[in-house]
């Protein structure tokens, strides 16, 4: 087994078990920016051809996919049995929806150039090269095909849930190389692609309490795979740490999330 199928193992294995929480606790919190992922599709006329979605998780996109278009066949791809279980069970409401089990990072050769959309929200910062994967994510369109990204950049705020736990984290885990980022514009250029958008979207956001809070986001949240990597006892150093910083009550934020569009 090579070093990457390794680590894309062990990144479903850490979701598997993971996908009823997140359904629970975080699909409506991302709501707002699925619902923006979305729509940028629907500006000016969209080519022939299939949506997909990689790394759909449990396919939250479906929904406002399938109302702004209604007749197009719409495939969210996913590496986690679990993820994809529920993925399927959303599916099974839409005539024209299918699920596919595999690696979103390298896309079948099957759809390249074939696409007339790619749309995915919140599954690219979580790939081992989340460069390369656009890159491939990109090849799959067809001329006049979009692309529309939303994902967690490096810093998503100065103060809040986010924040604090990344310093948390980064006390104990040093950060990881975050330079995929300014690849991202010219992995797309390079295949063709011209930019329409770059930008940053912040839509507020709240918790019940730090606890709740911690507890989703090692449990079925982005920091799942750490938290599954890393054991008990270093969830629970964590957490003791995070929750003597934290404030009392309810918490609210404000995200910020980065959105690219593009088109072929």
């Known amino acids: 087994m090579t070093e990457q199928t390794e680590r894309l193992a062990r990144l479903a294995r850490a979701w598997d078990e993971a996908a009823d929480g997140y359904e629970a606790y975080y699909v409506p919190r991302f709501a707002p920016w699925v619902a ?118 490096d810093i998503t705020e100065d103060d809040g849930p986010f924040a604090l736990l990344a310093n948390v984290v980064r006390a104990r885990v040093p950060a990881g190389d975050s330079s995929w980022e300014r690849r991202l514009l010219p992995a797309l250029t390079a295949h063709g692609l011209v930019i329409e958008r770059d930008e940053h979207l912040s839509y507020p956001m709240s918790h019940p309490d730090a606890a709740t809070f911690f507890d989703a986001h090692t449990r079925s949240g982005p920091l799942r795979a750490l938290a599954a990597a890393r054991g008990d006892a270093f969830v629970n150093q964590l957490r003791e740490e995070f929750l003597r910083r934290a404030p009392a009550g309810e918490w609210h934020h404000q995200p910020r999330a980065r959105h690219i569009v593009a088109r072929r």
């Open 36 to 153: 923006t992922a979305v729509r940028a599709l629907t500006h000016g006329p969209l080519s022939e051809g299939p949506v997909l979605v990689p790394c759909c998780g449990t396919f939250p996109e479906l929904d406002a996919l399938s109302e702004h278009l209604p007749e197009r066949e719409i495939v969210g791809i996913d590496l986690s049995a679990g993820m994809i279980r529920r993925a399927r069970e959303r599916a099974a409401r839409h005539r024209q929806a299918a699920v596919v089990q595999g690696d979103a990072s390298t896309l079948d050769p099957r759809w390249s150039g074939t696409c007339a959309a790619v749309v995915s929200v919140f599954g690219l910062q979580q790939l081992p090269e989340p460069d390369l994967a656009i890159r491939s994510w990109a090849a799959a369109l067809r001329p006049g095909g979009r692309l529309s990204v939303v994902f967690w950049p």
